[in-house]
């Protein structure tokens, strides 16, 4: 059944992020446009709505812009401090003022480690970023641009000058041990025992420095968006940022949802990168000081929520709501952590340890080493999602975004959900255009789409299955054999398939439901050398048609 909202909902194409998006660094935040329709077609201005895994805080953001009220709730003090600061107005020439001053202390540091001389005109500049060796942190290439002379320059010889570090004693630092996990393993694996390795020498001088200098603003406000800039700033501070084959803009920065290091590295201008920082926090807070400006008025309580007051960001665990009273909230919008996808508290540390904090470790997540599995993330879910039934007004909507290539994962959260209380009304595919999927990635073979769930606190029964168990696996097991054989790929299988087998595990009993997600992720298994060999046909041909248009575009 498509429902009047889903038709309201649509087929969006996402667009670039705003600039408010940009400030700072958070994983797997969600296209900003399909969460803007989403509460422009559920909700209207001034109803309050719910996020209890409020993360990088789009349905904040857009509630806000929408003269929505807003609860974003969220466990981690990372995302916490990264919400607060993309909703609160800024004093933009305060802040400017405050940067200059810090220019002035910090840049005869920056010409200490950076400067050098350009190899072109002879003038003084500023090196902007040499690479590295992880090994040995040699140096092999290093990256000059003059503005004198307007010169480019990539030395790959006479990189003397930039083996040794200035004898300049850091300011403090985090000495903060790795704790284990998931995917600090990775690290520790590598020979990494402190966060603080992970930034070279040169790096952990400028960066203490720069800290330093902000611990000393008198302007508490000022001091505290001085302090979320530098926190942004670390996402390039350390081994992990790379630049890939050729050109000087070819940075890749953390962008992997986990901790990795590779064989070189990419040290950078901090001094640079500081005052990029600055300007993107201007350009943010310049489009949220004009699209939600003195709307946003933080509640100490839902009390104060429930008057003139428009936000709430609370940093706690969404088991417990206690704060919001029983049939309060118009809807509840959210997109809940994908079972072992992503280990927010593990990879926020890196941020953290720089602010004296830690994310607790007791998030809902599928994580081996904390020996969480997949029985208890559903469990974790569903403590979440009581709480969400119980607040939510009678007849009220959650909606949620989900998408994951494991059913048993969405199973869990569909039946955590169930289990709630919730009834399921709808889920729509939405195709998110503006992800460009890399020739690396796409030979995962990830399904660029987000499914949309659609939930409702009722007391209607909840429907029978249309098809039943043997049935509907007589179906994809018919429907499997023509996809391998028509040389169809496994996401194109399961973006098919997943509407009817969702649709199955929202009616069907708990243990029916569990059961046929274990058979549907078996039946995929089985045929897993077909859809690889389909993969790699497509890859192939993918490649052919790139090296085609290259002759081409040559020729003309």
Known sequence: MVTSNMLGLGILETTAYTPVYFMHKYWARRPWKVFSKIIQVFTEPGDIIL??????GTTLIEGLILRRKVVAVDLNPLACMVMKKEVEPLNIYA??????????????????????????????????????????DRPFLAFIYCKSCNSKIFLESGLEEFEKVPDIPPKWYPVVQIPEGDTTNRLIQKGFRYFHELISPRSL??????????????????????????????EWSS??????????????????????????????????????RVDKVIRGKTYTNSKIGSYAKEASDFSQLQKDASYMVVQADSRDLSFIPDESVDAVITDPPYGDIIQYAELSDFYLVWLGLSAPKTEISINSTRRIGLREYEDGLYQVFRECFRVLKHGG????????????????????????????????????????????????DPMPYDFVFVFKKSDEPEPKPKLSFVELLSSLDKKIKEY???????????????????????????????????????????YSSEFNRNKMEHLEKKKGKKKVQRTLLSNL
């Open 95 to 136: 802040y400017r003022e405050v940067f200059n001053q810090l220019k002035t202390q910090l840049e005869p540091l920056a010409w200490e480690l950076y400067g050098t001389k350009c190899p072109e005109c002879g003038s003084n500049t500023m090196v902007r970023y040499i690479r590295r060796y992880l090994a040995d």
């Open 239 to 276: 081994k992990m940022s790379k630049h890939l084959k050729g050109g000087e803009t070819k940075l890749m920065d953390w962008t992997l949802n986990t901790y990795w290091v590779a064989k070189d590295y990419t040290e950078n201008n901090l001094w640079e990168v500081f005052c990029r």
């Open 51 to 56: 996020d209890p895994f409020a993360g990088g």
């Open 484 to 526: 391998v054989n028509n040389g169809k790929r496994k996401s194109e299988y399961r973006l098919d398939t997943y509407p009817q087998v969702i649709q199955y595990i929202s009616s069907a009993p708990f243990e029916i439901a569990r059961k046929f997600a274990k058979k549907y992720e078996s039946m995929i298994r089985e």
């Open 397 to 444: 909507h959650l909606i949620s975004t989900f998408n994951i290539g494991d059913m048993n994962v969405m199973a869990a959260f569909v039946l955590a959900l169930r289990r709630a209380g919730f009834k399921h009304v709808d889920v729509l595919r939405q195709p998110v255009y503006n992800y460009k999927i890399s020739f690396h990635v796409e030979q995962k």
């Open 205 to 234: 001088i400028m960066l203490s420095h720069i800290r330093d200098a902000i611990t000393q603003i008198q302007d508490d406000k000022i001091r505290d968006f001085m302090m979320f800039t530098f926190s942004s700033m670390l």
